[in-house]
């Protein structure tokens, strides 16, 4: 795919089998309904963990099945009270065993993370100023998806994802990268 390629061009059969392969996780975002529900298809075909993060066109869309393919859901507080209003309270569903758990982002105040075994709570870092928070809520979801893999704790998988998104606020745009030396500075200095 060239950069200037639209990403909804780009389907399920349009990655190799060798990537599929190869992947333990597909995170799904930024896609329409019918794009995002193909790749969760797809997915749980593969046996694929999924996540997902409906991002403002969940406010037009119900991506019903997405939700219920998907592992892990991650959404700020305006995805949360839209998606309570379509699918119930969050416990509620967490609780339905669908196998779905959920995290809630706060911005700076950390984030919820409410599992079938319990709820978990970080409460954030805070850092010196924010330039600019595009890319955030991916850079928070890519540190907890990349903690989980590595079988991090549930705490320091949050500790992780919150530095993630911290440090990605402090950069221009989507950042292009976040090392894991700043990471542990972030952590130990609180």
Request: proline fraction near 2%; aromatic fraction near 8%; hydrophobic fraction near 35%.
């Amino acid at each position: 795919m060239h950069e200037d390629e639209e990403i909804m061009e780009f389907y399920p059969d349009d990655v190799s089998d060798e990537i599929w392969n190869n992947v333990q996780h597909v995170h799904i975002t930024s896609f329409d309904v019918d794009m995002a529900t193909k790749f969760a298809v797809r997915a749980k075909e593969e046996n694929k963990t999924i996540s997902f993060n409906p991002t403002k066109g969940y406010f037009d869309e119900s991506f019903g099945d997405v939700v219920e393919q998907a592992d892990l859901i991650q959404m700020n507080r305006g995805e949360s009270e839209t998606f309570a209003k379509r699918h119930g309270s969050i416990g509620a569903v967490v609780d339905s065993g669908n196998g779905s758990d959920i995290v809630v982002t706060h911005g700076p105040a950390g984030c919820t993370f409410y599992a079938q075994d319990g709820l978990a709570n970080h409460e954030g870092f805070t850092v010196d100023s924010v330039t600019d928070t595009v890319g955030a809520g991916d850079s928070f979801i890519a540190g907890l998806i990349s903690a989980g893999i590595h079988d991090e704790s549930l705490e320091e998988s949050l500790k992780i994802a919150n530095a993630h998104g911290a440090l990605s606020v402090m950069q221009k745009g989507a950042p292009k990268s976040i090392s894991n030396k700043d990471i542990q500075e972030l952590i130990n200095s609180t």
